[in-house]
């Protein structure tokens, strides 16, 4: 089971930028897809960006523009960098590991993002 660690939340102001960092304890280069889901307080977690083993990528429509996916197989590591944050963006963001098409999806613990004056 993939072991994941997130990085790089916290309090920002709006129109402010950040980076999340998801590190995997081995190698991601054969896992199918990753990517970050949001939950913010009373709702259900909701799929921010998602990039697959293939380089390709997929936003949800209230980030595209401002969110970029990315990953670097060398470092286990993907991440997602947000910016022109808006306070609807906050909320606690998992990342999330898939190592193939028919296999659950592994979580990491969530790192909080408030977007706040």
């Known amino acids: 089971q993939v072991q994941l660690v997130e990085s790089g939340g916290g309090l920002v102001q709006p129109g402010g930028s950040l980076r999340l960092s998801c590190t995997a304890s081995e190698s991601i280069g054969s896992i199918y897809s990753m990517g970050w889901y949001r939950q913010a307080p009373g709702n259900q977690r909701d799929l921010v960006a998602v990039?697959?083993?293939?380089?390709?990528?997929n936003y949800a429509d209230s980030v595209k523009g401002r969110f970029t996916i990315s990953r670097d197989n060398a470092k286990n590591t993907v991440y997602l960098q947000m910016n022109s944050l808006k306070p609807e963006d906050t909320a606690v963001y998992y990342c999330y590991a898939r190592p193939s098409r028919i296999s659950a999806s592994n979580w990491g613990q969530g790192t909080q993002v408030t977007v706040s004056s």
């Open positions: 990039v697959i083993r293939d380089g390709s990528t």
